[in-house]
């Protein structure tokens, strides 16, 4: 069997344990858990090389440059480059444009908030996902990546959010603005738009489509 997939939480207030639940419930396999943004990165240090890098979302910003932050962008750099893949979610999302010279800013000037479901497009066919297949996927955020990083790649455009997924033309990392590591209870406390069943039920189909991508994809290698 493949080593853990280390979760990586970014969360600044209360810890992401509902998501990192879901995840180890809907996938047979083992995991790891490593809460970065309150206890630093050091935990990544003492458990085996990892087979994956999952990393949630934030409530801080990259521009903030704190040290967990920097500490983080670095390793996940350097995991990339060796051949390990990461799956960046939200602030991973951010955070791996960043620190490959893309700019990530408000999505709007008025910074407003976008909230619920979204559904995007895939653009290319890469980690499994199909060009031209739609899906959904919970979001709420109010930055978002404004161009490119050199080497990689467009993976998924949305109607609110251009760059709504990335993907590296050579080394093992996509990720998405939305969140497909959302639970019942990070809905109920991060997006306050209500939500129809059948909205919950794409937005939660989505997310198990995204870690059954990056899933497969460790396990092929």
Same mark, same amino acid.
């Given at each position: 069997?493949?080593?853990?997939?280390?979760?990586?939480?970014?969360?600044?207030?209360? @810890?992401?344990?509902?998501?990192?639940?879901?995840?180890?419930?809907?996938?047979?396999? @083992?995991?790891?858990?490593?809460?970065?943004?309150?206890?630093?990165? $050091?935990?990544?240090?003492?458990?085996?090389?990892?087979? %994956?890098?999952?990393?949630? %979302?934030?409530?801080?910003?990259?521009?903030?440059?704190?040290?967990?932050?920097?500490?983080?962008?670095?390793?996940?750099?350097?995991?990339?480059?060796?051949?390990?893949?990461?799956?960046?979610?939200?602030?991973?999302?951010?955070?791996?444009?960043?620190?490959?010279?893309?700019?990530?800013?408000?999505?709007?000037?008025?910074?407003?908030?976008?909230?619920?479901?979204?559904?995007?497009?895939?653009?290319?066919?890469?980690?499994?996902?199909?060009? %031209?297949?739609?899906?959904?996927?919970?979001?709420?955020?109010?930055?978002?990546?404004? $161009? =490119? *990083?050199?080497?990689?790649?467009?993976?998924?455009?949305?109607?609110?959010?251009?760059?709504?997924?990335?993907?590296?033309?050579?080394? *093992?990392?996509?990720?998405?603005?939305?969140? *497909?590591?959302?639970?019942?209870?990070?809905?109920?406390?991060?997006? $306050?738009?209500? =939500?129809?069943?059948?909205?919950?039920?794409?937005?939660?189909?989505?997310?198990?489509?995204?870690?059954?991508?990056?899933?497969?994809?460790?396990?092929?290698?």
């Amino acid at each position: 069997m493949k080593s853990p997939i280390a979760i990586i939480d970014c969360s600044i207030e209360n @810890p992401s344990y509902n998501c990192m639940n879901q995840i180890i419930q809907n996938f047979n396999r @083992p995991f790891t858990y490593h809460w970065v943004s309150k206890f630093g990165c $050091e935990s990544l240090d003492k458990i085996e090389e990892a087979s %994956g890098y999952i990393i949630f %979302g934030s409530d801080s910003n990259v521009y903030q440059r704190l040290k967990w932050q920097i500490d983080l962008a670095k390793r996940m750099k350097s995991k990339m480059e060796n051949g390990i893949p990461v799956l960046g979610i939200c602030f991973g999302h951010q955070l791996i444009a960043d620190i490959f010279g893309a700019q990530v800013d408000m999505v709007t000037p008025d910074n407003k908030l976008f909230e619920g479901t979204r559904e995007l497009e895939i653009l290319e066919d890469q980690f499994g996902f199909v060009k %031209g297949e739609k899906f959904e996927l919970f979001i709420t955020h109010h930055y978002e990546v404004k $161009e =490119l *990083p050199e080497n990689f790649v467009h993976l998924a455009q949305s109607k609110d959010c251009f760059y709504d997924g990335i993907a590296h033309k050579d080394l *093992p990392f996509f990720s998405f603005q939305g969140h *497909p590591e959302a639970s019942q209870d990070f809905i109920n406390h991060h997006i $306050e738009q209500e =939500l129809s069943a059948e909205k919950l039920k794409a937005g939660f189909d989505g997310g198990h489509k995204v870690f059954k991508n990056f899933i497969e994809y460790i396990d092929k290698l």
